[in-house]
């Protein structure tokens, strides 16, 4: 069956439960989803459902958006992601809603784009602990120190730990509960933080190791 969605993060809240206790839980405005394409084994060499997610103005879309949208009769959509699944059971222009895909109680994968932090040093990017606060040094504290060995390999191996562009990556944050589901408002609330800032476009799937 179909159990994912394309949506937008809002922001963070605390809710409580039956026992009143404070649990922290991200909105996300889930939905609706338009399916734009069912792919088959038979044509795609693979089975997967494409998700259309918030509607754009056309001249925001390209000529071969608009006519992928409009063969199956959709409005513009502006973001557009596929979901791997073995079963899809729906079709294509059908329009898939919060509380028709997900229910409180139920494990959730959420995957998004992190916040990005620019150029970053080893301390920020890594943990490192830089260099000693005293016995003369002076501007080393923040350094990575050596980076390599001497003649023998005569070079620094792939993938040293060095500074450079830190966040705005593909960030999979697994096993979500799902604490709140709003289908009149389109909002789904999940236990803890997702990735990304507010306004991030994130993608909601059944949780793959529950």
């Known amino acids: 069956m179909m159990k994912g969605l394309i949506g937008k993060k809002i922001g963070m809240t605390q809710i409580f439960d039956e026992e009143g206790l404070a649990v922290p839980v991200t909105l996300i405005e889930a939905g609706p989803c338009y399916v734009t394409q069912v792919r088959t084994t038979q044509n795609d060499g693979y089975s997967a459902v494409q998700l259309g997610f918030?509607?754009?103005?056309?001249k925001h879309l390209t000529g071969g958006?608009?006519?992928h949208l409009k063969s199956n009769e959709l409005p513009p959509l502006r973001y557009l992601r596929e979901f791997r699944v073995k079963d899809p059971e729906v079709s294509e222009g059908d329009k898939l809603n919060v509380g028709d895909i997900f229910n409180a109680g139920e494990q959730v994968d959420v995957i998004g784009?992190?916040?990005g932090k620019g150029f970053q040093g080893v301390v920020k990017r890594y943990g490192f602990r830089g260099g000693p606060k005293t016995h003369g040094q002076?501007?080393?504290l923040r350094a990575p120190g050596s980076i390599g060995a001497t003649t023998t390999p005569g070079r620094v191996?792939?993938?040293?730990r060095m500074p450079g562009r830190m966040g705005f990556e593909r960030v999979t944050?697994?096993?979500l509960r799902v604490e709140y589901v709003d289908n009149d408002r389109n909002l789904l609330g999940?236990?803890?933080a997702i990735p990304g800032g507010k306004g991030g476009i994130v993608m909601i799937k059944e949780a793959r190791k529950r």
């Open 113 to 115: 784009t992190s916040k």
């Open 157 to 160: 191996f792939k993938g040293k």
């Open 65 to 67: 958006q608009l006519g």
């Open 173 to 175: 944050v697994q096993n």
């Open 190 to 192: 999940v236990r803890g």
């Open 138 to 140: 002076s501007d080393r």
């Open 54 to 58: 918030e509607e754009a103005k056309p």
